[in-house]
């Protein structure tokens, strides 16, 4: 039967392209949360099939179609945040797939030889690409959807998210490979004779990977659980409607937000952490302007001096101004300790493209305005690494929205000897969609348990509208009770890893990273170069 299947696909051309991109989309859709399903391991195989039997021009059009539609699955809720995307984002990444997709064709057609590899190395290579930079939008990543596969996950403490995602992607294409032989009418016996390498180094590949997950696992689990210290971080869980203005609601989102963080007094946590810019003002500055006695402080006061009425620190969040009217997403961390506050500041390193900023965008003030006046581009990246010390003397940092998806980010954390991390984040704008609203919520998570696993540190995530959670460093979780779009305080136990302890990916950073987008680069401009006059493809054009 499954023969019959094959002969079908291979005799009819179009419906072919049709099923296997259909199959590629829907497949590694239902892999990433929501649905969480186990197909990524076999999800490219459909793609891979089809790709190597396809001309470039019938690549080019099949890929950006379905590569648009696999972007509108998967992020179609960015549409909520800015409808631009839909025009602008989408159509950006799905020309990057398009890409990929020709320069793995072209490689595999021009040395076949190469067919294996050819499609880990350039398609991570692309999905690297889409992460950095400006654009760079590094989310639901091969590596994400092992969220609930740690076992497979494990192994980001060496070669990070993009060295497991070159794993699952070998595994599928191995499967492939084996699928194209058959697909030439080869017995059984010279199948497997042809292909045994292949299903060998495969197999092997993905067994050693699981092997040292069980063996992570299993040391790791006992260390956390037994030998760890753990901190008390109330996560605060507001839900603020991202519609709603501070400025018309400052006393009644105050008088709520001071009774929330009053109320777990009786829990004794050792760090209060509110979500993202929670006190949407310039908090510092109009204290410094007006006094902090002065009657419109009179609720900025009264968040400093919690920290001596818990006698706990509190991490507040809001807009902070610098040097050249810069603008940034900030934090403070208040304490009260001999007698006397101390505040210690950090602003948001990566900051959302088009969300936050556009490079240059203040130097033309008619598109400043535009920008300023849909909600975009008004904040500045900070520069500093700012490390906090808990009131038990333990070292913490803290990533603002989705700078707790980029481990790279992290690991210059560690290296400033960072014991675990805070999270503060807002997906309020969510609340734009009645349907799928909860979709980035878990996403969000999702795409944060690669970075627990990669620097070994634990990551307490205070989220506007949920999912409020702990990533600890094998990326188990203790999901907050607080339910999405709901309200509520949850005081979680957080691991605190010795300064001590790097991981190899500490230690190793992004060379392995540079390493395959190197060699994914080395071996499409080979095949160009021996190329020549460029007939291999245009023969297969």
Same mark, same amino acid.
């Given at each position: 039967?499954?023969?019959?299947?094959?002969?079908?696909?291979?005799?009819? *051309?179009?419906?072919?392209?049709?099923?296997?991109?259909?199959?590629?989309?829907?497949?590694?859709?239902?892999?990433?949360?929501?649905?969480?399903?186990?197909?990524?391991?076999?999800?490219?195989?459909?793609?891979?099939?089809?790709?190597?039997?396809?001309?470039?021009?019938?690549?080019?059009?099949?890929?950006?179609?379905?590569?648009?539609? *696999?972007?509108?699955?998967?992020?179609?809720?960015?549409?909520?945040?800015?409808?631009?995307?839909?025009?602008?984002?989408?159509?950006?990444?799905?020309?990057?797939?398009?890409?990929?997709?020709?320069?793995?064709?072209?490689? !595999?057609?021009?040395?076949?030889?190469?067919?294996?590899?050819?499609?880990?190395?350039?398609?991570?290579?692309?999905?690297?690409?889409?992460?950095?930079?400006?654009?760079?939008?590094?989310?639901?990543?091969?590596?994400?959807?092992?969220?609930?596969?740690?076992?497979?996950?494990?192994?980001?403490?060496?070669?990070?998210?993009?060295?497991?995602?070159?794993?699952?992607?070998?595994?599928?294409?191995?499967?492939?490979?084996?699928?194209?032989?058959?697909?030439? !009418? %080869?017995?059984?016996?010279?199948?497997?004779?042809?292909?045994?390498?292949?299903?060998?180094?495969?197999?092997?590949?993905?067994?050693?990977?699981?092997?040292y997950g069980f063996s992570s696992m299993y040391l790791w689990e006992e260390l956390i659980d037994k030998k760890l210290y753990r901190e008390r971080v109330a996560l605060i869980q507001p839900n603020r409607p991202g519609h709603s203005s501070w400025y018309q609601e400052e006393a009644e989102l105050s008088e709520k937000y001071l009774a929330m963080m009053r109320s777990v007094s009786?829990?004794?946590?050792?760090?209060?952490?509110?979500?993202? /810019?929670?006190?949407?003002?310039?908090?510092?500055?109009? /204290?410094?302007?007006?006094?902090?006695?002065?009657?419109?402080?009179?609720?900025?006061?009264?968040?400093?001096?919690?920290?001596? =009425?818990?006698?706990?620190?509190?991490?507040?969040?809001?807009?902070?101004?610098?040097?050249?009217?810069?603008?940034?997403? !900030?934090?403070?961390?208040?304490?009260?300790?001999?007698?006397?506050?101390?505040?210690?500041?950090?602003?948001?390193?990566?900051?959302?493209?088009?969300? =936050?900023?556009?490079?240059?965008?203040?130097?033309?003030?008619?598109?400043?305005?535009?920008?300023?006046?849909?909600?975009?581009?008004?904040?500045?990246?900070?520069?500093?690494?700012?490390?906090?010390?808990?009131?038990?003397?333990?070292?913490?940092?803290?990533?603002?929205?989705?700078?707790? /998806?980029?481990?790279?980010?992290?690991?210059?954390?560690?290296? =400033? !000897?960072?014991?675990?991390?805070?999270?503060?984040?807002?997906?309020?704008?969510?609340?734009?969609?009645?349907?799928?609203?909860?979709?980035? %919520?878990?996403?969000?998570?999702?795409?944060?348990?690669?970075?627990?696993?990669?620097?070994?540190?634990?990551?307490?995530?205070?989220?506007?509208?949920?999912?409020?959670?702990?990533?600890?460093?094998?990326?188990?979780?203790?999901?907050?009770?607080?339910? =999405?779009?709901?309200?509520?305080?949850?005081?979680?136990?957080?691991?605190?890893?010795?300064?001590?302890?790097?991981?190899?990916?500490?230690?190793?950073?992004?060379?392995?990273?540079?390493?395959?987008?190197?060699?994914?680069?080395?071996?499409?401009?080979?095949?160009?170069?021996?190329?020549?006059?460029?007939?291999?493809?245009?023969?297969?054009?």
């Amino acid at each position: 039967m499954l023969k019959n299947i094959f002969n079908t696909l291979r005799d009819d *051309y179009k419906k072919r392209n049709i099923i296997c991109f259909s199959l590629w989309v829907v497949l590694t859709t239902l892999s990433h949360s929501m649905f969480d399903l186990p197909f990524i391991w076999i999800s490219f195989i459909p793609l891979i099939y089809a790709l190597h039997q396809m001309t470039v021009r019938d690549i080019v059009k099949y890929g950006f179609i379905f590569g648009y539609f *696999y972007y509108f699955c998967t992020l179609y809720w960015l549409i909520a945040f800015h409808e631009i995307s839909a025009f602008f984002v989408f159509p950006l990444y799905a020309l990057y797939f398009t890409v990929g997709m020709v320069l793995i064709r072209y490689i !595999g057609s021009r040395f076949p030889q190469f067919r294996l590899i050819a499609f880990p190395l350039v398609w991570t290579a692309i999905e690297i690409f889409r992460s950095v930079g400006f654009f760079g939008f590094r989310w639901n990543t091969p590596a994400d959807a092992l969220w609930k596969q740690l076992i497979f996950l494990q192994s980001a403490d060496m070669i990070g998210a993009w060295g497991v995602s070159f794993i699952v992607l070998f595994v599928n294409a191995g499967i492939a490979e084996f699928l194209l032989k058959w697909d030439k !009418g %080869l017995s059984i016996k010279d199948l497997w004779k042809k292909n045994f390498m292949t299903l060998y180094i495969t197999l092997f590949v993905f067994l050693s990977n699981l092997a040292y997950g069980f063996s992570s696992m299993y040391l790791w689990e006992e260390l956390i659980d037994k030998k760890l210290y753990r901190e008390r971080v109330a996560l605060i869980q507001p839900n603020r409607p991202g519609h709603s203005s501070w400025y018309q609601e400052e006393a009644e989102l105050s008088e709520k937000y001071l009774a929330m963080m009053r109320s777990v007094s009786n829990q004794d946590p050792d760090l209060l952490l509110q979500t993202e /810019i929670m006190l949407s003002t310039h908090f510092w500055e109009n /204290i410094e302007a007006r006094g902090i006695d002065d009657p419109r402080n009179k609720y900025l006061k009264q968040f400093v001096e919690l920290a001596k =009425e818990l006698d706990t620190p509190v991490m507040l969040t809001h807009f902070t101004s610098g040097e050249n009217n810069k603008l940034y997403n !900030g934090a403070s961390l208040v304490t009260f300790t001999n007698n006397a506050y101390k505040v210690e500041k950090y602003n948001k390193i990566h900051i959302v493209p088009f969300g =936050e900023w556009i490079p240059g965008s203040q130097n033309w003030p008619w598109l400043d305005n535009l920008l300023s006046n849909i909600g975009a581009a008004w904040a500045s990246p900070g520069e500093d690494l700012t490390v906090f010390t808990s009131k038990n003397g333990l070292k913490f940092a803290l990533l603002i929205c989705f700078e707790d /998806i980029y481990a790279i980010l992290a690991r210059l954390f560690v290296n =400033e !000897g960072v014991q675990y991390f805070v999270n503060s984040t807002n997906d309020g704008w969510a609340y734009k969609w009645k349907l799928g609203a909860k979709a980035p %919520l878990w996403q969000h998570l999702a795409n944060t348990t690669h970075t627990a696993i990669s620097v070994r540190r634990s990551i307490a995530r205070s989220v506007n509208t949920g999912v409020s959670a702990v990533v600890d460093p094998m990326g188990r979780m203790d999901i907050s009770p607080i339910k =999405e779009y709901e309200e509520g305080i949850y005081v979680a136990e957080v691991p605190a890893m010795p300064i001590t302890h790097k991981t190899q990916y500490v230690l190793w950073g992004w060379y392995l990273q540079y390493f395959i987008f190197f060699l994914a680069t080395c071996l499409s401009l080979f095949v160009v170069w021996t190329d020549k006059k460029s007939q291999h493809l245009k023969s297969i054009f």
